[in-house]
């Protein structure tokens, strides 16, 4: 799944970051489904895990300059995220299919937490 361009939360640091993280989670996805080298798959998996996490890490610095509630909203939204990567972590190898849903359920995630709190957060943010 692409970034979109809707998906833009006026803040061009944030955004870019946003661009990277979905076309590594495009190439993953094509290196599960591919599957031909299950070790590198999972060092994919571990590498975007950890740059979710520092991702995120750095929207929550960003969005602790507005206010204690949006920060709050974003962390909680955020733990929700990287509960469903270790998840995805945990995923034999060996059963791909449940690697490709669980990739797709923290895509579909990341869609609705970029849609209904990264983009509102981070504008208003921007605004003032």
């Not at 970051?17 to 060092?43: C, F, N, Q, W």
């Not at 991702?55 to 300059?65: G, K, L, N, S």
């Amino acid at each position: 799944m692409p970034w979109r361009q809707e998906w833009s939360s006026e803040n061009p640091r944030i955004d870019e970051e946003h661009r990277r993280l979905y076309r590594l989670m495009g190439h993953l996805e094509h290196a599960i489904v591919e599957d031909s080298r299950p070790d590198r798959t999972a060092k994919a998996i571990g590498l975007l895990c950890d740059r979710m996490a520092a991702h995120f890490d750095v929207e929550e610095t960003v969005a602790a300059q507005a206010d204690t509630e949006s920060c709050t909203i974003l962390r909680d939204d955020h733990t929700n995220l990287l509960w469903i990567l270790d998840r995805l972590r945990a995923v034999p190898a060996s059963d791909k299919g449940h690697r490709v849903e669980t990739l797709r359920e923290f895509m579909g995630a990341l869609s609705r937490h970029d849609n209904d709190v990264d983009v509102p957060l981070f504008r208003m943010m921007a605004q003032h």
